[in-house]
């Protein structure tokens, strides 16, 4: 009898042996299933945000762009005012002068004028 015990144990033992490891390949299986799904996002919202990375650089790159056209702009536009001012300047400058001339020559003509009135003429 025991060894029908003995048996029966052994049986038991090789059913329990086979169930557990029927347990331990479904939870591999569901594990690994697991790991690979996880995977899987983590490639996605990686793929994501090199994607957006790569739209901000290009973002970047074209406000830098944009920056360095709008300073040359800029610039171009400080010269031409810069020279405007200048044209400007002379002008009046020359203006400046002109009036000191004509200034100048009709106090001379007054002078000469009041001279020969003042000599009786």
Same mark, same amino acid.
């Given at each position: ?7 029966a144990l052994n049986d038991q033992q090789?059913?329990?042996? %086979? %169930? ?16 690979l799904a996880v995977g899987q996002e ?9 994607? %957006? ?43 400046? =002068? ?5 200034? =100048? ?5 007054r002078g000469v004028r009041v001279r ?6």
């Amino acid at each position: 009898m025991q060894d029908s015990q003995q048996k029966a144990l052994n049986d038991q033992q090789e059913q329990f042996a %086979e %169930e557990v490891g029927k347990q331990i390949g479904r939870l591999r299986g569901e594990y690994d299933a697991k790991v690979l799904a996880v995977g899987q996002e983590l490639n996605e919202q990686l793929a994501a945000a090199v994607l %957006e990375k790569e739209v901000l650089e290009a973002r970047v790159k074209a406000l830098a762009e944009q920056l360095t056209l709008a300073e040359r702009a800029l610039a171009d536009l400080e010269k031409q005012h810069d020279e405007q001012l200048t044209v400007l300047k002379q002008r009046h400058k020359q203006q400046l =002068e002109d009036l000191e001339g004509r200034h =100048e020559r009709r106090k001379w003509r007054r002078g000469v004028r009041v001279r020969w009135l003042s000599c009786g003429n």
